[in-house]
C-alpha cells in the first residue's frame, strides 16, 4: 500500500472506512476501503466484493466503467480494497441540503439507475446489489448518477432455494425477505430498494420512520404525479410476487411517465377549453336572447361536444402511438 498517498477521508460504515487517495504509480484518484475490524469473518468482506468487482472487466460492463457509473477493481486484500474514484456527491447528503428533489430530478436519476440495475441483473452470472440507498448513489456535476459500494453485493443463483447466507440491507431500504426465511434476494429484492429509494428522494421522509413514510403515503405523495407513484407503488409490494418481475420491466413503465403526464394534462386542458367555450357562450347569448337562447346554446353542445370528444380522442391516440414508437426507438 506504499503506492498510494491518503488525501482525506470520504466516511465509513459499520465495518470499515473509505479515503480518498492518489495511487502513486498511474496519478489517478482511487477509493481506498480499510477494514476496521481485523478479525472474524468480516475479515474476508473485501474478498467477496472483489469477487463482484472482477466481473465488470468483461465486455458488458466496459461503457458503465468508462462513463463512471459503476466503480473498477484496483486491487484488494482480506482487509481493504481499492476501487476507482468516481466524483460527486452522495445523494443522502445532497438530501440533506435540500429535504427532497424535484420529480423531474427523481425521473434523471432513476433512469440511469435503472440502466446500471438492469445490466447487473442481466449478466451470465446476475448480479443482486442489496443495498440500493441515497448513500451509495453519486451525483456528479451533470446530474448523472453513479452506483458506489459493493460491498453487499451478491451473485444470483438460480438453482438455489434458500435464504442468503447472510442478511445484509439497510433498514428501511431493504425488502422483508432481506430479513430472511424468505428465499435468496434476487431482481425483485432491489427492485424494492429502488422504489424506496425513489420515495425517499421525494419526499425527504426518513425511511426508518414507518409510522411517518405511511401517514405520507395515505395522504399521496406532494407534488409527485399519480403516474409516477402506480410505479413506485408496484415496487414497493411487500409480497414480491406483486412487484415488477424485471428492472426492464420498470423501465418500460418509467420511460412512459413523461407521456402519462402530458396526455393528462392535455385531456384537463380540453375539458376546460370545452367549459369555457360554452360559459362563455351562455353568458354573451344570455344577455342578448335569454333563456330561449341559453336552452338553443345548450342543446346545440350536446349536438356537438360528443364530435369533439371523438376529434380529442384521435389526437390523443395519434400523439400516443408517436411517443410509443418513439421510446420503441430508445430501447
Excluded: W
Excluded at 137 to 158: Q, T
Excluded at 193 to 201: D, E, K, Q, V
Excluded at 217 to 246: H, N, W, Y
Excluded at 309 to 328: C, E, P, S, V
Aim: net charge positive.
Amino acid at each position: 500500500m506504499d503506492r498510494l498517498e491518503i488525501i482525506k477521508k470520504l466516511g465509513e460504515g459499520g465495518n470499515s472506512r473509505a479515503f480518498l487517495a492518489r495511487d502513486n504509480s498511474t496519478g489517478r484518484l482511487v477509493t481506498y476501503k480499510r477494514s476496521k475490524i481485523y478479525s472474524g469473518e468480516n475479515v474476508d468482506a473485501f474478498v467477496h466484493e472483489a469477487s463482484v468487482l472482477k466481473c465488470f472487466g468483461t465486455k458488458k460492463y466496459m461503457n458503465l466503467i468508462r462513463k463512471k457509473r459503476i466503480p473498477k477493481l484496483v486491487c484488494f486484500g482480506r482487509t481493504f480494497i481499492v476501487v476507482s474514484f468516481i466524483p460527486g456527491e452522495n445523494l443522502l447528503d445532497l438530501l440533506r441540503k435540500r429535504g427532497k428533489l424535484r420529480e423531474k430530478e427523481v425521473l434523471k436519476i432513476a433512469r440511469d439507475l435503472l440502466t446500471i440495475l438492469r445490466i447487473l441483473h442481466e449478466g451470465e452470472k446476475p448480479i443482486v446489489y442489496r443495498d440500493l440507498k441515497p448513500a451509495n448513489i453519486v451525483i456528479n456535476e451533470e446530474g448523472r448518477a453513479s452506483l458506489i459500494d459493493f460491498g453487499a453485493a451478491r451473485f444470483y443463483r438460480k438453482d438455489k432455494q434458500a435464504d442468503d447466507t447472510v442478511s445484509l440491507g439497510t433498514v428501511g431500504f431493504a425488502a422483508p425477505e432481506q430479513y430472511g426465511c424468505l428465499g435468496q434476494s434476487n431482481e425483485q429484492t432491489d427492485i424494492y430498494s429502488f422504489g424506496m429509494t425513489l420515495t425517499a428522494l421525494l419526499t425527504g421522509v426518513n425511511t426508518k420512520d414507518s409510522e411517518g413514510l405511511s401517514m405520507v403515503r395515505c395522504g399521496g405523495l406532494k407534488d409527485v404525479s399519480p403516474q409516477l407513484l402506480s410505479v413506485i407503488e408496484k415496487c414497493i409490494k411487500a409480497d414480491r410476487d406483486k412487484r415488477f418481475k424485471t428492472f426492464e420491466d420498470v423501465e418500460k413503465e418509467i420511460k412512459k411517465v413523461p407521456l402519462r403526464i402530458f396526455l393528462c394534462r392535455l385531456g384537463r386542458a380540453a375539458k376546460l377549453a370545452a367549459a369555457a367555450l360554452f360559459i362563455s357562450a351562455i353568458i354573451t347569448m344570455g344577455i342578448k336572447y335569454g333563456d330561449s337562447a341559453v336552452k338553443l346554446i345548450k342543446n346545440d353542445f350536446e349536438d356537438r361536444y360528443p364530435v369533439i370528444q371523438y376529434r380529442l380522442l384521435i389526437a390523443r391516440q395519434r400523439i400516443t402511438d408517436f411517443a410509443g414508437t418513439f421510446i420503441i426507438q430508445e430501447n
